[in-house]
């Protein structure tokens, strides 16, 4: 899936849990999409329900991957409770969140 105004973005989506027991899956497709794209990876958290220390680990390490790939990681519908977690660890000022009309009313 292409993102308008970046014709070489290319979005994932995320289940509803991104934890011990999920990122042993998750991580290895995540950094393949680092590696075999360019422009934006865009993380779709709609879905997210559940995060855990484990999955934090995960998106920094993904986020540090696309940096070295000269590539920026976005996270895309980061639902309220999951930005909450984000926030009380500041990887909201780490990860490269995109902010919508709706998290900000």
């Known amino acids: 899936m292409r ?5 070489r973005a ?9 934890d011990a027991g ?11 999409a680092v590696d075999s794209g360019t422009g934006d990876l865009i ?3 709609s879905r997210l329900e559940m995060i855990d220390a484990t999955g934090l680990g995960v998106l920094v390490g993904t986020h540090r ?3 070295s790939a000269e590539r920026r990681l976005i996270l895309r519908g980061v639902p309220p409770r999951i930005m909450r977690i984000l926030a009380v660890t500041r990887l909201n000022r780490v990860l ?10």
Do not use: F, I, Y
Not at 96 to 105: D, L, R, S
């Open 10 to 18: 290319r979005v994932v989506r995320v289940g509803a849990r991104l």
């Open 96 to 105: 490269n969140v995109e902010v919508t009309h709706a998290a900000v009313a």
């Open 3 to 7: 993102v308008q105004g970046d014709p």
């Open 22 to 32: 999920t990122s042993a899956g998750v991580r290895p497709r995540l950094h393949d």
């Open 65 to 67: 991957r696309a940096m």
């Open 43 to 45: 993380l779709d958290l």
